[in-house]
Nanobody, 127 residues
Framework: QVQLVESGGGLVQPGGSLRLSCAAS????????IGWFRQAPGKEREGVSC????????YYVDSVKGRFTISRDNAKNAVDLQMNSLKPEDTAVYYC????????????????????WGQGTQVTVSS
């Protein structure tokens, strides 16, 4: 069964850190560019970060640059998102998805019919 599963979300105080993981089953994640997205209540889904296949070029939305780091863990067949210096405005459900050439995160392209999405993990930043 082909699926993506996110984990690592939770409740954290402002300034804290979380590490999200996007694990794949049924296919090899390293063959795909993978994007992280988030959706806060009442807001549109936003592309947060992406890592390309192969050379692993990374992209970040301006609001998370310097705070978030995306990386691959091929031993786990996963893509992780390390989130530091978290702010209340980072509160959202975070999703990972296949994103060829990082077109959704970087170019705002709509999802393809072939896009795989995870089920999401809640991140809440609050004191």
């Amino acid at each position: 069964q082909v699926q993506l599963v996110e984990s690592g979300g939770g409740l954290v105080q402002p300034g804290g850190s979380l590490r999200l993981s996007c694990a794949a089953s049924g296919f090899t994640l390293d063959y795909y560019a993978i994007g992280w997205f988030r959706q806060a209540p009442g807001k549109e889904r936003e592309g947060v970060s992406c890592i390309t296949r192969g050379n692993g070029i990374t992209y970040y939305v301006d609001s998370v640059k310097g705070r978030f780091t995306i990386s691959r863990d091929n031993a786990k067949n996963a893509v992780d998102l390390q989130m530091n210096s978290l702010k209340p405005e980072d509160t959202a459900v975070y999703y990972c998805a296949t994103d060829p050439f990082c077109g959704m995160v970087v170019g705002g392209r709509p999802p393809l019919k072939t896009t795989f999405w995870g089920q999401g993990t809640q991140v809440t930043v609050s004191s």
